[in-house]
């Protein structure tokens, strides 16, 4: 399966269904397309894809930040060493409760 997305859309604006985000009955722009090739047994496919002028514009910041250098981006992508998470979450209070024979 292929996804391409074109950064300028192309193509007519439509109403209809943001692929990404809830928008319902906007007007979109058609930005890319789910495809697949076909093979035995099936046949080839194509899915356009329909992105609201918001969700397009987030299109291209996430393409344009992808390919910023790496000397530029201020948060690391993979931080190396996870965080410990709940620090004080169990504490091992284990008494030794007399059975009551002594
Ligand atoms: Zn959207």
């Known amino acids: 399966m292929n996804v391409t997305l074109a950064a300028s859309g192309s193509g007519q604006p439509a109403l209809g269904d943001c692929f990404r985000c ?9 930005v890319g397309e789910i495809s697949t090739p076909g093979g035995p047994g ?3 496919a ?4 329909f992105a609201c002028r918001s969700c ?3 299109l291209i910041v996430i393409h344009q930040r992808a390919h910023e250098p790496p000397g530029r981006r201020y948060v690391p992508a993979h931080p190396t060493d996870p965080a410990p ?5 169990e504490e091992h ?3 030794d409760t007399p059975c009551g024979t002594h």
């Open 85 to 89: 998470s709940g620090a004080a979450a």
């Open 42 to 44: 099936h046949t080839a």
């Open 22 to 30: 809830p928008r319902r009955g906007v007007q979109t722009i058609r």
């Open 56 to 58: 397009e514009q987030d």
């Open 46 to 49: 194509e899915t356009p894809l």
């Open 93 to 95: 209070q284990r008494r």
